[in-house]
Each structure stands twice: as C-alpha cells, then as structure tokens.
C-alpha cells in the first residue's frame, strides 16, 4: 500500500472490490442480487450490522464504485470495460496477489486491505482500516 499510495491519492475515477464471502448471510436471507452482465453482486441493504452493507454505504459516500465479488477472475474483465484509475480491493491473501498482478499490467494503482479472518463464508475485515485507505 506504501509504494501505491501517493498514485492512489491522485487518481479520480476508483472503484472498490469487496469478497461477497463479508456478507452477513450467505442463503437467501441476503437481499444482494448478482448481476452477472458486470459481474457483481449488488447490495440490497438489508441488514443494518452486514459488514457488507457498511463497506458500500462508506465507499458509496467517498464516490466510489462498488463491486461485491465472488473471486478475483470479475476484476479483469470490470477493468476492462470501466477504466479505473484507482482500485481499493478487500480480500484473502492470494486473491490480492492475483489481483495485485493484474492492476499493476493494466498500470492501475491499487491499496489492499487484508481480511482478518479467512475462509470462503463469514470472513472479516477491518472497517475502520478500509475507512483510512478510502
């Protein structure tokens, strides 16, 4: 995040990729619907205390564009089509690796932030931490 930050701080059109493994449901009691033509979830707000529904709401109040994904295999193909300057991704280790590799061919500064608790459901993340890099 060091080495990127101050292209990061520079750039005006960003977008931020949330893991869809942070929301507060994973059944149908999650209100989010996935629209595959972008492809993202998109947050139907429907639980005041979803780590999810924080992360957009914050984000959306900064200007930024929110995907909620399943997998690091969306970024490509929303980079393409949208042209972002700036990327701020939350995820596991090896999907910000992954990701990581593909914002630095496409010479897109991006800022990471780690999930603090891993796996592929109910994992976590710092808001407060996403609330400095934003």
Do not use: W
């Amino acid at each position: 995040n060091l080495l990127e930050r101050d292209k990061f701080v520079r750039t005006r059109k960003r977008a931020i990729f949330l893991p869809h493994c942070s929301r507060k449901y994973m059944d149908n009691r999650c209100k989010a619907i996935f629209d595959s033509n972008i492809p993202s979830y998109i947050c139907g707000h429907c639980s005041p205390d979803c780590l999810i529904n924080r992360a957009v709401t914050l984000a959306e109040k900064k200007g930024y564009d929110v995907y909620i994904l399943p997998g690091s295999s969306c970024v490509s193909k929303i980079l393409k089509a949208k042209g972002y300057e700036g990327v701020v991704g939350v995820a596991c280790g090896e999907e910000i690796r992954m990701s990581g590799e593909i914002l630095n061919s496409m010479g897109i500064a991006g800022q990471a932030i780690p999930l603090i608790k891993n796996g592929c459901a109910s994992t976590s993340f710092n808001i407060e931490t996403l609330l400095a890099v934003l």
